[in-house]
Each structure stands twice: as structure tokens, then as C-alpha cells.
């Protein structure tokens, strides 16, 4: 019985001696050592042998077991760590190779100077109106009427208003101005708002001119508000906006819903005052006009004038835009081309 542990022994050894891999070595562990293995059908019989044999043959097994259990395991190391070793040299990430380009959308110029002009009035304790106190399709009632523009205002010919077809009084807005009625119908005084949105006029277009553009407007309704609260504020919003060193300047104007009304211009920084096609030879672009909220459109909406009073503006995002990029040509905005709108 010896003889015949002996044997199996050294065939086991020779096996493990040829194994290439972790798998060859699982496979001899299980055919000679598994509970179904050869040694053990063998140290079965060990049972039939004297009390002596029984000691010397079992210590014997036992031995042999045990060499073989660790001739096993330190070649199952071997092979693990090779095996590992290929395994990590094969998934291994090449990170010089160059990465596929993938393209990215970017924010549109205009989007980006509207967020930057409402954060600022954000900050100034401004709210932003919800689109339906601001449509785009408007009553001449919202847009001209109850802002105190006459019947015969030119502003109203259809050479500078579109007017929807067979539908009698209905335009698209050509300012934002109507959103400040809307408002002041829907609304109490204290009123602090600005409403961004796109506006329509039949222009003929050019570098300043679109037939549509964006404006942003403000209200300021409360008690004691003065001329001196309008100067405050657009001031401030300049110098956030521009930064303090870019020439402004405040000039009075009219308009038939503010009195009295005024403008800002900003120098043009396309041609820094020597005129070009941008500033049509004037050196200065105007971005806003601004004023105290006229009597009439405040009775128009029952908010008594002798108790409240108010300021409002309108600004040209485009052209706000244009002076702070040194865009010299406004329908860069609109006609899609990648190389400009990836500058941004
Ligand atoms: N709506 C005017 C325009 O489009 C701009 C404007 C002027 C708006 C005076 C105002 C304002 O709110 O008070 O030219």
C-alpha cells in the first residue's frame, strides 16, 4: 500500500512539475487530493492493515499529502501572479492616445449678455416678470394706447410696426414697454421689475438696425420716487455692466410714457469716436431710454400719481452686447455662423 501511495505521489509530483496554468493545477488538486480523488480510495484500505502498518502507511499519507498540498499551492501563487501580471499588461489604458472630439454647444452671445444685465438688476432688488404679463403678439391697446402714444403717433405706420394679418389691433410688440401696463394691472405698487423679451420693427436692416432685437425693461413704482432714484440706478447698472472707465453719457429725450424722459449712450469702442458704420459717424451708440413714468399711463392703470410715483427703462440687449465684445455689426447675432458664436 506504500508502493502504491508512492506511486500516485510521484505521478501527482510529475504533473504538478508539467502544469502551465492555474486552471491545469485546480484540475490535479482535484483528481488527486478531492475527497474522490486517488489518495483518498487509496487510505480507504488503511482500515484493513495491523495497528502498526496502520501508523507508519497513515503518517506516511499524511506526508505525502502535505507535500503535495504545498508543491500545489506555491505553483497556484506562481501562476496567479503571472496570470495577473499579463492580465493587467494587456488592459492597460494608453493615455497618449489622443481622445475623440466631441463638440459642444455654447451659449448664444445675446443669452449671455440677458442673464449678466438681469443678474445685475437681480442684485439691485429687481424682479424678473413671468412671460405672460410679457407676450410677444400684442394689442395695440398693451403696445401704443395705454403708454400714452397718440393715434397718429408715427411709431403706430405700419412702415415701423407689424401688424398681424386680419386681425384687427394686433401687432407684434415693437417694444417691451407694454409688459410695464400688464404689470401695473396685475400688481400693487411697491413695483421693482424688468422684463426681458425680443421685440419687432419693420426696419430697414443694416450693421445697427434688425428687424427684430431684444429689450430689456424696467419698472420702479413706489412712494417718493424721484428723477435722482433713475440716475442712481442706471448708473450703478452702467458702471457693473461696463465697468467704471467706459465714457457714458445722459441726454434728455422724449417719450409719450415717461416725463421727463431721457437716453444713455455709450461711446462706440468700435471706432472710439472717430465714426464708423456701427455709430453712423457719431462716436456715441445709444442703448437705453429711460424716464419718470408719465401721469396719464399711471391713472390709465388706477395708480393715483399723487401718491405714487415711479421711473422706467427700456435697453437694447444687442446693442449692449455689441459695445461690450466690440461686435461692429448687429446681424453677426442672428445668421448662425459657428465661427463667431464659438467665440463666446
Ligand atoms: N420703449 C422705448 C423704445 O423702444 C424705450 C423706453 C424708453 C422704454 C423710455 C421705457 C422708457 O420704459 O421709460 O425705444
Redesign the pocket.
Given at each position: 500500500m506504500k508502493e502504491q501511495l508512492e506511486n500516485i505521489y510521484n505521478s501527482a509530483k510529475s504533473d504538478i512539475e508539467k502544469a502551465q496554468t492555474m486552471s491545469e493545477i485546480d484540475e490535479i488538486r482535484l483528481k488527486y487530493l478531492s475527497r474522490k480523488g486517488e489518495f483518498n480510495s487509496i487510505k480507504k484500505g488503511l482500515k484493513d492493515l495491523s495497528d502498526e502498518d496502520k501508523r507508519v502507511v497513515g503518517a506516511f499519507a499524511n506526508q505525502i499529502t502535505q507535500d503535495l498540498e504545498s508543491m500545489l499551492k506555491e505553483k497556484h501563487d506562481l501562476f496567479y501572479q503571472k496570470e495577473l501580471n499579463e492580465k493587467l499588461q494587456k488592459d492597460k489604458i494608453d493615455i497618449t492616445l489622443s481622445g475623440k472630439y466631441i463638440p459642444q454647444g455654447k451659449v448664444h452671445p445675446l443669452t449671455i449678455t440677458t442673464n449678466e444685465i438681469v443678474s445685475i438688476f437681480q442684485n439691485l432688488g429687481f424682479s424678473v416678470v413671468t412671460p405672460d404679463l410679457s407676450p410677444e403678439v400684442e394689442t395695440e391697446y398693451y403696445n401704443f394706447d395705454m403708454l400714452n402714444v397718440p393715434k397718429d403717433h408715427p411709431a403706430r405706420d405700419v412702415q415701423d410696426t407689424f401688424y398681424v394679418k386680419d386681425m384687427d389691433g394686433v401687432v407684434l410688440r415693437s417694444?417691451?414697454?407694454g409688459a410695464?401696463i400688464h404689470v401695473m394691472e396685475n400688481q400693487k405698487p411697491p413695483i421693482k421689475v424688468i422684463s426681458p423679451g425680443r421685440v419687432y420693427r419693420n426696419e430697414n436692416i443694416n450693421a445697427r438696425k434688425n428687424n427684430f432685437f431684444h429689450?430689456i425693461?424696467?419698472l420702479y413704482i413706489d412712494k417718493d420716487i424721484t428723477f435722482g432714484d433713475l440716475k442712481g440706478v442706471l448708473n450703478e447698472f452702467i458702471r457693473l455692466y461696463f465697468g467704471a472707465s467706459r465714457p457714458t453719457r445722459f441726454r434728455s429725450s422724449f417719450?409719450p410714457?415717461?416725463e421727463p424722459?431721457a437716453e444713455v449712450d455709450v461711446q462706440c469702442i468700435m471706432c472710439h469716436g472717430e465714426g464708423c458704420k456701427t455709430c453712423s459717424g457719431t462716436g456715441w451708440l445709444e442703448v437705453?431710454?429711460?424716464?419718470m413714468v408719465d401721469v396719464n399711463v399711471l391713472k390709465g392703470v388706477g395708480i393715483n400719481p399723487e401718491v405714487y410715483s415711479g421711473f422706467?427703462?427700456?435697453m437694447g440687449v444687442e446693442r449692449l452686447a455689441m459695445l461690450k465684445y466690440a461686435i461692429d455689426d448687429i446681424r453677426l447675432f442672428f445668421n448662425d455662423d459657428k465661427r463667431f458664436l464659438e467665440q463666446f
Open positions: 417694444q417691451t414697454s410695464q429689450q425693461e424696467g417719450f410714457f415717461t424722459s437705453l431710454g429711460c424716464g422706467a427703462f427700456g
